[in-house]
T-cell receptor, first 111, second 114 residues
Framework: SQQGEEDPQALSIQEGENATMNCSYK?????LQWYRQNSGRGLVHLIL?????REKHSGRLRVTLDTSKKSSSLLITASRAADTASYFC???????????FGKGTRLHILP | DTGVSQNPRHKITKRGQNVTFRCDPI?????LYWYRQTLGQGPEFLTY????????KSRLLSDRFSAERPKGSFSTLEIQRTEQGDSAMYLC????????????FGPGTRLTVT
């Protein structure tokens, strides 16, 4: 089963604009991560936020986590064509040893 | 390249045939994971190994699926009597035991069952 639900399922924006994706999850977690997957390829880890953190930055990425609402958001600023990909949130439930992925948001950056 | 590698990258097979995929993890990683990903979905956990021991299997892993990691290094995933519903991307990942959330993924093997 899949833990997370990303919203929206698909997003198209103009190059240079900011892209925001949201994720909701079901159980208590140790941490939450975001991954990127280019079409038909493997996953690349983008950023991890721990359950006791509320916000984290990495380059053009900003992640927030609200454990009371069991939700997270990923903001990509100043989008580029190379950001076109699927983005997945992934959680490690408390007491578990595996990552549970959401269904993903397909992001398309228009030139 | 010291990343996770998977072979083959693509496999087309006829229904009823057996297929085997291989994953070579990052050499110092003692945990190895297999996931399945269908179109438009996120990866779904199948099974994982710590060294050569298979510690957990998902209910998605039917009796037709078997995974091994005989020497605690590379792993194989075999699907017997393939069905069209087995068509998917099979992803392998590896990690250190104490850092299970830092999994490094291979490029995947895309299986098409005709």
């Amino acid at each position: 089963s899949q833990q997370g639900e990303e919203d929206p399922q698909a997003l198209s924006i103009q190059e240079g604009e900011n892209a925001t994706m949201n994720c909701s999850y079901k159980t208590s977690i140790n941490n939450l991560q975001w991954y990127r997957q280019n079409s038909g390829r493997g996953l690349v880890h983008l950023i991890l936020i721990r359950s006791n953190e509320r916000e984290k930055h990495s380059g053009r990425l900003r992640v927030t986590l609200d454990t009371s609402k069991k939700s997270s958001s990923l903001l990509i600023t100043a989008s580029r064509a190379a950001d076109t990909a699927s983005y997945f949130c992934a959680t490690v439930p408390m007491g578990d040893d595996k990552i549970i992925f959401g269904k993903g948001t397909r992001l398309h950056i228009l030139p | 390249d010291t990343g996770v590698s998977q072979n083959p990258r693509h496999k087309i097979t006829k229904r009823g045939q057996n297929v085997t995929f291989r994953c070579d993890p990052i050499s110092e990683h003692n945990r190895l994971y297999w996931y399945r990903q269908t179109l438009g979905q996120g990866p779904e956990f199948l099974t994982y190994f710590q060294n050569e021991a298979q510690l957990e299997k998902s209910r998605l892993l039917s009796d037709r699926f078997s995974a091994e990691r005989p020497k605690g290094s590379f792993s194989t995933l075999e699907i017997q009597r393939t069905e069209q519903g087995d068509s998917a991307m099979y992803l392998c990942a590896s990690s250190l035991q104490g850092v299970v959330y830092e999994q490094y993924f291979g490029p995947g093997t895309r299986l098409t069952v005709t």
